[in-house]
């Protein structure tokens, strides 16, 4: 294991190439999955502004860049991070039912209505959440006047965005997916567009300009709710003009764990994310994985079999702690960490994996309600990005309209889209994670910081739904454990496989460690490209703060999409 030593005297030694999408920085930092967003967050922080700042610019900016994954219709959970007060807050600004909702939502004639039809359902549209998130962030924590922070994605919805490559990918892959309204935008006269053409969004421009005048509450009364809860009706939805008057976000305390000497904050539940990678993070402190090469099968069997064990807790036992008493406690006891890892052998691929019983270590259980079934249904298509400022100060965000191009409608004459989150539910009522009136159904988002005696530094991310967890711990692991560079800890292929669902990897694990694998039963049936723009799986953005060496800051930006990690200068 490094010591943080180790870890900045690696960082030193390694040096960030911009061309890939890496920066350093004493002056701030910031990382998006959009070069164009992190662009408009570090004009903040060049302007006086700080990290909450930065945070806003680059969300709204995203509203316009990448649209298909998150924007004015998202929620989200923002991790702040506050040096004067050396305190860390989790905005929670997820996606909530609207009152209408009942558990029964989503059966039809006794049968749950099918995944890709829940999907395209405005039964599935939730209260969005992250304007009021940013709404707090900056009432509380920012520095700087609202119009200052959303003119640059005005200016960015008002001149000519050149399509990237994640654009081009996604309207060719998921058009399918788009009503009419939205086709007209993203295939505009039938023709998708292609990278290197140019499309101007005025109807979202005037949103902006919106709520540049009367503030992000204008998207919860006044003409732009109006027009949501017109669009939501008229596709057979539920949402109406009192769940969005009534929404508020929630200020939550993080959800603490530890690695070894390090202390991470996580969101809490109903993000299901943060428990997920610290359970990961325990189970990999009791096998002692650091003991195996990086590169060997037995790193990687290790990884599979602790990642399934996660995902199958998370899957069975997370929800809305608000509706249903959760294992909390027990999920993260060390005397079932150790029962989890009992079930792992360096000999065999367990296979099919379940669930455990966290209650034995806990009590509070509410036996009247079932577990949920498997189903991972989480949509793989969000954003993360982060910012660090010269004082210290780090907010971290992953936010999502959930499946790419959410529930594939748009508000017309208001240019954005609705999310979908409600297929984040279990169907079938009766269980911890069921559809219920004003729920949060549960998420797997998870904004981290990772802290050294107390102060921050290590903050990263990623989008990719139930992938999300897997992307984050490795990550960890290669920088905790395998002492990498950020930038190769990002680089270093990941692996992904769920209890009865995918299993995931990416090029670049060595030949023999997948033979290996392969004799051992296991049956990869997805891979995927680590240098490819568009085939990773998740997309990780990271900011390190080199203690030693008077708060010199390293931002990396992962492959995936057209992002970058750019410092103020």
Same mark, same amino acid.
């Given at each position: 294991?490094?010591?943080?030593?180790?870890?900045? $005297?690696?960082?030193?030694?390694?040096?960030?190439?911009?061309?890939?999408?890496?920066?350093?920085?004493?002056?701030?930092?910031?990382?998006? *999955?959009?070069?164009?967003?992190?662009?408009?967050?570090? =004009?903040?922080?060049?302007?006086?502004?700080?990290?909450?700042?930065?945070?806003?610019?680059?969300?709204?900016?995203?509203?316009?860049?990448?649209?298909?994954?998150?924007?004015?219709?998202?929620?989200?959970?923002?991790?702040?991070? @506050?040096?004067?007060? $050396?305190?860390?807050?989790?905005?929670?600004?997820?996606?909530?039912?609207?009152?209408?909702?009942?558990?029964?939502?989503?059966?039809?004639?006794?049968?749950?209505?099918?995944?890709?039809?829940?999907?395209?359902?405005?039964?599935?549209?939730?209260?969005?959440?992250?304007?009021?998130?940013?709404?707090?962030?900056?009432?509380?924590?920012?520095?700087?006047?609202?119009?200052?922070? &959303?003119?640059?994605?005005?200016? %960015?919805?008002?001149?000519?965005?050149?399509?990237?490559?994640?654009?081009?990918?996604?309207?060719?892959?998921?058009?399918?997916?788009?009503?009419?309204?939205?086709?007209?935008?993203?295939?505009?006269?039938?023709?998708?567009?292609?990278?290197?053409?140019?499309?101007?969004?005025?109807?979202?421009?005037?949103?902006?300009?919106?709520?540049?005048?009367?503030?992000?509450?204008?998207?919860?009364?006044?003409?732009?709710?109006? *027009?949501?809860?017109?669009?939501?009706?008229? +596709?057979?939805?539920?949402?109406?003009?009192?769940?969005?008057?009534?929404?508020?976000?929630?200020?939550?305390?993080?959800?603490?764990?530890?690695? $070894?000497?390090?202390?991470?904050?996580?969101?809490?539940?109903?993000?299901?994310?943060?428990?997920?990678?610290?359970?990961?993070?325990?189970?990999?402190?009791? %096998?002692?994985?650091? +003991?195996? @090469?990086?590169?060997?099968?037995?790193?990687?069997?290790?990884?599979?079999?602790?990642?399934?064990?996660?995902?199958?807790?998370?899957?069975?036992?997370?929800?809305?702690?608000?509706?249903?008493?959760?294992?909390?406690?027990?999920?993260?006891?060390?005397?079932?960490?150790?029962?989890?890892?009992?079930?792992?052998?360096?000999? =065999?691929?367990?296979?099919?994996?379940?669930?455990?019983?966290?209650?034995?270590?806990?009590?509070?259980? @509410?036996?009247?309600?079932?577990?949920? +079934?498997?189903?991972?249904?989480?949509?793989?298509?969000?954003?993360?990005?982060?910012?660090?400022?010269?004082?210290?100060?780090?907010?971290?965000?992953?936010?999502?309209?959930?499946?790419?191009?959410?529930?594939?409608? &748009?508000?017309?004459?208001?240019?954005?889209?609705?999310?979908?989150? %409600?297929?984040?539910?279990?169907?079938?009522?009766?269980?911890?994670?069921?559809?219920?009136?004003?729920?949060?159904?549960?998420?797997?988002?998870?904004?981290?910081?990772?802290?050294?005696?107390?102060?921050?530094?290590?903050?990263?991310?990623?989008?990719?739904?139930?992938?999300? &967890?897997?992307?984050?711990?490795?990550?960890?692991?290669?920088?905790?454990?395998?002492?990498?560079?950020?930038?190769?800890?990002?680089?270093?292929?990941?692996?992904? &496989?769920?209890?009865?669902?995918?299993?995931?990897?990416?090029?670049?694990?060595?030949?023999?460690?997948?033979?290996?694998?392969?004799?051992?039963?296991?049956?990869?049936?997805?891979?995927?490209?680590?240098?490819?723009? @568009?085939?990773?799986?998740?997309?990780?953005?990271?900011?390190?703060?080199?203690?030693?060496?008077?708060?010199?800051?390293?931002?990396?930006?992962?492959?995936?999409?057209?992002?970058?990690?750019?410092?103020?200068?």
């Amino acid at each position: 294991m490094a010591g943080i030593e180790d870890i900045f $005297k690696a960082q030193k030694k390694y040096k960030i190439d911009n061309e890939n999408k890496g920066d350093t920085s004493r002056d701030g930092m910031v990382a998006s *999955a959009i070069t164009e967003a992190s662009q408009a967050g570090n =004009k903040m922080l060049e302007a006086g502004g700080n990290a909450f700042d930065a945070l806003i610019a680059i969300q709204l900016s995203l509203a316009v860049v990448e649209g298909m994954n998150t924007g004015i219709g998202a929620g989200g959970f923002i991790l702040c991070y @506050d040096d004067d007060e $050396k305190e860390t807050k989790v905005i929670n600004a997820h996606s909530r039912a609207p009152a209408g909702l009942t558990p029964e939502c989503f059966m039809e004639n006794g049968e749950t209505m099918p995944f890709d039809e829940r999907t395209k359902s405005a039964i599935s549209i939730g209260v969005p959440g992250i304007m009021k998130g940013l709404e707090y962030l900056h009432e509380n924590y920012a520095t700087l006047p609202l119009e200052q922070l &959303i003119d640059p994605a005005i200016t %960015l919805a008002k001149n000519e965005f050149r399509v990237n490559s994640l654009w081009d990918r996604t309207i060719q892959l998921f058009k399918h997916r788009l009503r009419e309204t939205a086709r007209e935008k993203f295939v505009p006269e039938g023709i998708p567009l292609r990278e290197g053409d140019t499309i101007t969004q005025l109807e979202l421009a005037k949103t902006l300009e919106i709520i540049r005048e009367k503030g992000f509450n204008a998207v919860y009364e006044g003409e732009i709710a109006d *027009a949501i809860v017109e669009t939501v009706r008229q +596709h057979g939805g539920t949402l109406d003009h009192q769940d969005l008057l009534d929404y508020h976000v929630k200020i939550d305390e993080p959800m603490w764990s530890t690695y $070894k000497r390090y202390r991470i904050a996580f969101p809490a539940p109903p993000s299901g994310g943060g428990m997920g990678v610290a359970q990961q993070l325990k189970m990999f402190e009791e %096998l002692d994985i650091s +003991h195996y @090469d990086p590169h060997s099968w037995e790193k990687y069997h290790l990884v599979s079999q602790v990642t399934q064990l996660a995902l199958a807790d998370r899957q069975r036992y997370i929800g809305d702690p608000d509706f249903h008493p959760l294992p909390l406690e027990g999920l993260l006891h060390e005397d079932y960490i150790e029962e989890r890892c009992g079930e792992i052998s360096l000999e =065999k691929n367990v296979g099919k994996v379940d669930a455990g019983n966290p209650w034995k270590y806990q009590k509070g259980r @509410d036996s009247s309600v079932k577990t949920n +079934h498997y189903a991972d249904n989480e949509g793989y298509e969000t954003t993360h990005f982060t910012a660090v400022d010269k004082w210290g100060n780090i907010a971290s965000c992953t936010s999502s309209i959930e499946r790419i191009f959410g529930s594939g409608i &748009i508000v017309p004459n208001y240019g954005f889209l609705l999310n979908n989150d %409600l297929t984040d539910f279990e169907a079938e009522p009766g269980q911890v994670n069921e559809p219920d009136s004003s729920k949060c159904p549960t998420s797997s988002k998870c904004p981290t910081i990772m802290f050294h005696d107390d102060k921050p530094f290590f903050t990263l991310g990623s989008p990719g739904g139930p992938t999300i &967890i897997a992307s984050v711990a490795q990550t960890i692991l290669n920088v905790i454990d395998y002492n990498m560079p950020l930038e190769e800890a990002i680089k270093e292929p990941r692996i992904y &496989i769920a209890p009865d669902l995918g299993k995931q990897w990416e090029d670049g694990i060595n030949e023999e460690a997948l033979q290996k694998l392969e004799s051992m039963g296991y049956e990869f049936t997805q891979s995927f490209r680590v240098e490819s723009a @568009d085939t990773r799986l998740g997309d990780v953005q990271a900011i390190m703060i080199d203690q030693t060496d008077g708060h010199l800051l390293y931002g990396v930006a992962d492959s995936p999409r057209p992002g970058e990690a750019k410092g103020a200068e």
